[in-house]
């Protein structure tokens, strides 16, 4: 033989480097990240060393502050700005305007568990800051691309940052009543941007999943839920319970009936999909115990919260 066949092995498959550009393509990423780990660690303050809370925001104000703004509503503002792409074709947050809300929300975190009144201030603006550079962001994106169906989405994460500064105002002033009042209103801001987009992407990624499945859209059921839920929100900052038991009983009773009108027993099989369910249906549940606590019933007072962030929210943002 004039030549041998020469085998080469091949050559191993080179990883790619980490990168930062990538990294804060699409806010998921980065704000996923950073509100879970932030609820394990903020858990762990709150159960172990909670004498570290000496700031303006102290004690269990700090703890649900925390919970929903530092965890919930940065998880919300990441899939928002992560949705809003496909929704509009245009990234709303990306690069170095995401990197700034970040470092926004960092500068927030620390400024709260720092202690000094200054820090407070600090953790103050950088809060506020980020939820105003979401809240602008979102505009851009569906009124660029006149997305009218996604017009109402800014204005409800407006909503969320106007109801956390209320809240942190109240915390520093010490009105503890005050406070409780206003994160009520911040939590229902917090689960009309979970009913809307719930109610959108669940039938959706139902009806992909499951041949043959058909689930009604529910237009008109799903518009007197989320008015229901804003009253009951106006109603509990104007300090009238009555009411707002009575809007909150509605809005959790619709979404009972929108979980069994989803046709839930044809997705039994299924984890990824009833997790979904299970989340939307202890929203439900949430909403009807807080509406039961506003009219005067004997609960626990952390009962409603807690069934709303716990059963709901956390377990909306695992199926997710």
């Given at each position: 033989?004039s030549?041998?066949?020469?085998l080469?092995e091949?050559?191993?498959?080179t990883?790619?480097?980490p990168n930062?550009?990538?990294?804060l393509e699409?806010a998921?990423?980065?704000l996923?990240?950073?509100g879970t780990?932030?609820?394990?660690?903020?858990?762990?303050?709150w159960?172990?060393a909670?004498?570290?809370l000496?700031?303006p925001?102290?004690g269990?104000a700090?703890?649900?502050?925390?919970m929903l703004w530092?965890f919930i509503?940065?998880?919300a503002?990441?899939f928002?700005m992560?949705a809003?792409a496909n929704w509009t074709g245009?990234?709303?947050?990306?690069?170095r305007a995401?990197?700034?809300a970040?470092?926004?929300?960092l500068?927030a975190r620390?400024?709260?568990?720092?202690?000094?009144?200054?820090?407070f201030?600090?953790?103050?603006?950088?809060e506020?800051?980020?939820?105003l550079?979401?809240a602008?962001?979102?505009?851009g994106s569906?009124y660029?691309a006149?997305n009218?169906?996604?017009?109402?989405v800014?204005?409800l994460l407006?909503?969320?940052?106007?109801?956390?500064?209320l809240y942190?105002?109240?915390?520093h002033d010490g009105?503890?009543?005050?406070l409780m009042?206003?994160?009520?209103?911040?939590?229902?801001?917090?689960?009309?941007?979970?009913l809307?987009?719930?109610?959108r992407?669940?039938?959706f990624?139902?009806m992909r999943?499951?041949?043959?499945l058909?689930i009604?859209?529910?237009?008109?059921i799903?518009?007197v839920?989320?008015?229901?839920?804003g009253?009951?929100?106006?109603?509990?900052?104007?300090g009238?319970?009555l009411?707002?038991a009575?809007?909150l009983?509605?809005?959790?009773?619709?979404?009972?009936?929108?979980?069994?009108r989803?046709?839930?027993?044809?997705?039994?099989?299924n984890p990824?999909?009833?997790i979904?369910?299970?989340g939307?249906a202890?929203?439900?549940?949430?909403?009807?115990?807080?509406?039961c606590?506003?009219?005067g019933?004997s609960l626990?007072?952390?009962l409603p919260v807690?069934m709303?962030a716990?059963?709901g929210?956390?377990?909306?943002i695992?199926?997710?």
């Amino acid at each position: 033989m004039s030549s041998i066949i020469q085998l080469k092995e091949p050559a191993a498959p080179t990883r790619a480097a980490p990168n930062l550009h990538a990294f804060l393509e699409l806010a998921f990423r980065p704000l996923y990240l950073a509100g879970t780990a932030w609820a394990l660690i903020a858990i762990g303050i709150w159960v172990w060393a909670p004498q570290v809370l000496t700031g303006p925001l102290r004690g269990i104000a700090w703890h649900a502050h925390e919970m929903l703004w530092g965890f919930i509503a940065t998880i919300a503002v990441a899939f928002l700005m992560t949705a809003g792409a496909n929704w509009t074709g245009i990234n709303p947050l990306k690069g170095r305007a995401l990197g700034v809300a970040c470092m926004l929300w960092l500068a927030a975190r620390i400024g709260f568990l720092a202690g000094s009144d200054a820090m407070f201030w600090v953790g103050v603006a950088a809060e506020l800051g980020f939820f105003l550079l979401a809240a602008v962001a979102m505009m851009g994106s569906v009124y660029r691309a006149k997305n009218a169906r996604n017009y109402a989405v800014p204005w409800l994460l407006v909503a969320l940052g106007a109801a956390d500064g209320l809240y942190l105002f109240a915390a520093h002033d010490g009105d503890y009543a005050l406070l409780m009042q206003r994160f009520n209103v911040g939590l229902l801001a917090m689960a009309l941007i979970a009913l809307l987009i719930a109610r959108r992407v669940i039938p959706f990624f139902a009806m992909r999943a499951v041949a043959g499945l058909q689930i009604p859209m529910q237009t008109r059921i799903g518009q007197v839920q989320l008015a229901a839920c804003g009253v009951a929100a106006a109603c509990l900052l104007a300090g009238q319970k009555l009411p707002a038991a009575v809007a909150l009983g509605l809005t959790g009773a619709l979404s009972l009936l929108q979980v069994l009108r989803w046709k839930p027993w044809a997705v039994r099989g299924n984890p990824l999909l009833w997790i979904l369910y299970a989340g939307y249906a202890g929203l439900g549940i949430g909403l009807l115990t807080a509406a039961c606590a506003a009219a005067g019933a004997s609960l626990p007072p952390a009962l409603p919260v807690h069934m709303i962030a716990m059963a709901g929210f956390s377990v909306l943002i695992i199926g997710m």
